[in-house]
C-alpha cells in the first residue's frame, strides 16, 4: 500500500462545474496535509493546507480532512479552464519531517 | 523576490561522470530538500536538512549526497550518475518545523546517458 493514495485521473468537469479530487494516506499519526498545484513543465505551488478535522475554504478551493477515515479532499467551485493541472496531496509524516506525496490527480476543466 | 534558485535546469551527461545540482534560497528558511519526479510515481523525498550541518535519508537516498555547510545552500551531488537517475529534480525549502515545502525551485531535468 502506497504511503499516500490519489486517482491519477484524469478527471475531466465543464467549465463551472465543482471538481472533487481526492487523496488517502496511510499513517495515522501525520498532522499536516497539504494540496499543491502542478502544471506541466511547472514546479509545484502550496494552493491549500490543513491541520484539523473539517473545512477549509480559501477562496474556490476547500480542503476537507477527516482523520478518522484518514481521507483528504480538494474541492474546488467554479472551475475555469485554467485549474487544469495537476493537483498534489501531501502528508507530513509523523515525526514532522518528512513529506509523502501522492502521485497527483491529473484534472482538466473543459471550456 | 523570495526564490528558490536551482542550476543547471538541463543537464545530459554520462555514466559515471560526477555532478553537482546546486540550489540557493534568499528566504532565510531552516529547512530545505530535495525530490525526484518521475512518471507515475509522483514526488520522492531523497535528503532533507532541518538546519545547517543537519541532514537525513529521504525516501529514495541511494546513489546521492548532500551537504549544508551555509543555511541558503543545499547542493545535490551525484559521485556516480547512473541511467536509473535521469529524472526531473526539484529542490524545495520551508520555514521549518511543520510548515510545509511552501517554495520549490524551478526544477533540474538530468538526462544520464
Known amino acids: 500500500q502506497k504511503e499516500v493514495e490519489q486517482n491519477s485521473g484524469p478527471l475531466s468537469v465543464p467549465e463551472g462545474a465543482i471538481a472533487s479530487l481526492n487523496c488517502t494516506y496511510s499513517d495515522r499519526g501525520s498532522q499536516s496535509f497539504f494540496w499543491y498545484r502542478q502544471y506541466s513543465g511547472k514546479s509545484p505551488e502550496l494552493i491549500m493546507s490543513?491541520?484539523?478535522?473539517g473545512d477549509k475554504e480559501d477562496g474556490r478551493f476547500t480542503a476537507q480532512l477527516n482523520k478518522a477515515s484518514q481521507y483528504v479532499s480538494l474541492l474546488i467551485r467554479d472551475s475555469q479552464p485554467s485549474d487544469s493541472a495537476t493537483y498534489l496531496c501531501?502528508?507530513?509524516?509523523?515525526?514532522?519531517?518528512?513529506?509523502?506525496f501522492g502521485a497527483g490527480t491529473r484534472l482538466f476543466v473543459k471550456a | 523576490e523570495a526564490q528558490v534558485t536551482q542550476n543547471p535546469r538541463y543537464l545530459i551527461t554520462v555514466t559515471g561522470k560526477k555532478l553537482t545540482v546546486t540550489c540557493s534560497q534568499n528566504?532565510?528558511?531552516?529547512?530545505m530538500s530535495w525530490y525526484r519526479q518521475d512518471p507515475g510515481l509522483g514526488l520522492r523525498q531523497i535528503y532533507y536538512s532541518m538546519n545547517v550541518e543537519v541532514t537525513d535519508k529521504g525516501d529514495v537516498p541511494e546513489g546521492y549526497k548532500v551537504s549544508r555547510k551555509e543555511k541558503r545552500n543545499f547542493p545535490l551531488i551525484l559521485e556516480s550518475p547512473s541511467p536509473n537517475q535521469t529524472s526531473l529534480y526539484f529542490c524545495a525549502s520551508a520555514l521549518g518545523g511543520s510548515a510545509p515545502e511552501a517554495f520549490f525551485g524551478q526544477g533540474t531535468r538530468l538526462t544520464v546517458v
Open positions: 501531501a502528508v507530513l509524516n509523523t515525526g514532522g519531517f518528512k513529506t509523502i
Open positions: 528566504m532565510n528558511h531552516e529547512y
Open positions: 490543513i491541520y484539523s478535522n
